[in-house]
T-cell receptor, first 116, second 111 residues
Framework: DAGVIQSPRHEVTEMGQEVTLRCKPISGHDYLFWYRQTMMRGLELLIYFNNNVPIDDSGMPEDRFSAKMPNASFSTLKIQPSEPRDSAVYFC??????????????FGPGTRLTVT | QKEVEQNSGPLSVPEGAIASLNCTYS??????FFWYRQYSGKSPELIMSIYSNGDKEDGRFTAQLNKASQYVSLLIRDSQPSDSATYLC???????????FGTGTKLQVIP
């Protein structure tokens, strides 16, 4: 089975430009998470969805960031306008509601974003 | 106080030795605990999950959980150079999908 798919794998853009990151969760998973990882702050949860509905967006750093999940197999994270401090690796992860209550998340390969 | 704390390392062990990685957490209602392995430049990979007090073994890996002490550990037996990576501890508060990650411990296995 295919894992979590993310695109692009690398993105280099100039400050002020719009950036859109894409994610396809594992088929059948009903939870989707967006994380950001930097050396300084580690792995931070930005937002997560359940059945395409945003549940917790308290980690979204500011209004420049937005995320959508129009259907069960696709999500986007958009940054507009981008700034150099947004440079990081952005991961998407998915999980499903298990019978025994352990929520195991599986990560995609990530998108390395560089804003110059 | 950080919610999930790990020693950043690096932890250096010789090949064939047991590597012991530790993690403490602050939220007493935490119910599920996870260990992820992350190679440099790669994404986190789930290697163990545990939710009951005691030990859980999977191959060369053993996760240990002590809820009273709010402590979870990962033991890697017969460490191999391929085990060299950063190990992330993650904690779930129960009832929710949200997990909190520690900053990771870098493990170096010396041939």
């Amino acid at each position: 089975d295919a894992g979590v798919i993310q695109s692009p794998r690398h993105e280099v853009t100039e400050m002020g430009q719009e950036v859109t990151l894409r994610c396809k969760p594992i088929s059948g998973h009903d939870y989707l998470f967006w994380y950001r990882q930097t050396m300084m702050r580690g792995l931070e949860l930005l937002i997560y969805f359940n059945n395409n509905v945003p549940i917790d967006d308290s980690g979204m750093p500011e209004d420049r960031f937005s995320a959508k999940m129009p259907n069960a197999s696709f999500s986007t994270l958009k940054i507009q306008p981008s700034e150099p401090r947004d440079s990081a690796v952005y991961f998407c992860a998915s999980s499903t509601t298990p019978g025994q209550g352990i929520y195991e998340q599986y990560f995609g390969p990530g998108t390395r974003l560089t804003v110059t | 106080q950080k919610e999930v704390e790990q020693n950043s390392g690096p932890l250096s062990v010789p090949e064939g030795a047991i590597a012991s990685l530790n993690c403490t957490y602050s939220d007493r209602v935490s119910q599920s605990f996870f260990w992820y392995r992350q190679y440099s430049g790669k994404s986190p990979e789930l290697i163990m999950s545990i939710y009951s007090n005691g030990d859980k073994e999977d191959g060369r890996f053993t996760a240990q959980l002590n809820k009273a002490s709010q402590y979870v550990s990962l033991l890697i037996r017969d460490s191999q150079p391929s085990d060299s990576a950063t190990y992330l501890c993650a904690v779930n508060a129960g009832g929710y999908q949200k997990v909190t990650f520690g900053t990771g411990t870098k493990l170096q296995v010396i041939p």
